[in-house]
């Protein structure tokens, strides 16, 4: 896969568009076939295929350690 940027599980993600509540910043709280990410600033979670998160994504801002 061409260029896939490595996200993981409980990472704190920016998106390309902010969210209507104004925020943007999303945590990544489901992996799979679809992710599920969830606003940090209103709590609302939003389910979303892989590939289309691939192209909305803009950078990761917190790395979730183990």
């Known amino acids: 896969m061409e260029n896939q940027k490595q996200f993981e599980l409980n990472d704190v ?3 390309k568009k902010p969210h209507p509540c104004g925020e943007n910043r999303w945590k990544i709280i489901r992996l799979g076939m679809d992710i599920r990410i969830k ?3 209103c709590e609302h979670s939003v389910l979303i295929p892989r590939k289309e998160f691939g192209r909305k994504i803009k950078k990761i801002l ?3 350690v183990e």
Do not use: D, P, Y
Request: include cysteine.
């Open 13 to 15: 993600v920016e998106m």
């Open 39 to 41: 606003c940090l600033g």
């Open 62 to 64: 917190i790395k979730h």
